[in-house]
């Protein structure tokens, strides 16, 4: 399955799907590129945490562009 093929089938998930995935990408991408910066050498996968971040964006959206939300903003 190509990596297209994963963003499409994530964008068929509920919006708490997707959050919940994305906050799992995220953490993941987080904890590998930690390890690579302990061990001093450049992180080789850097498309893969873009794509990542890309794919994450529309549930992210849903979840803090809604009137609840916006009241954060304010403070």
């Known amino acids: ?3 297209q093929e994963l963003i499409q089938e994530a964008q068929r ?3 708490q799907e997707q959050f919940h995935l994305a906050t799992r990408l995220l953490q993941w ?11 001093g050498r450049p ?7 873009t794509a990542a971040a890309k794919a ?5 959206a849903e979840v ?12």
């Open 13 to 15: 998930l509920s919006w």
């Open 56 to 60: 994450s964006e529309s549930s992210f």
């Open 64 to 75: 803090w562009d809604n009137p609840e939300d916006a009241a954060y903003d304010d403070l």
């Open 43 to 49: 992180y080789p996968d850097q498309a893969l945490v």
């Open 29 to 39: 991408a987080e904890a590998k590129m930690t390890r690579q910066e302990g061990i």
């Open 1 to 3: 399955m190509t990596l």
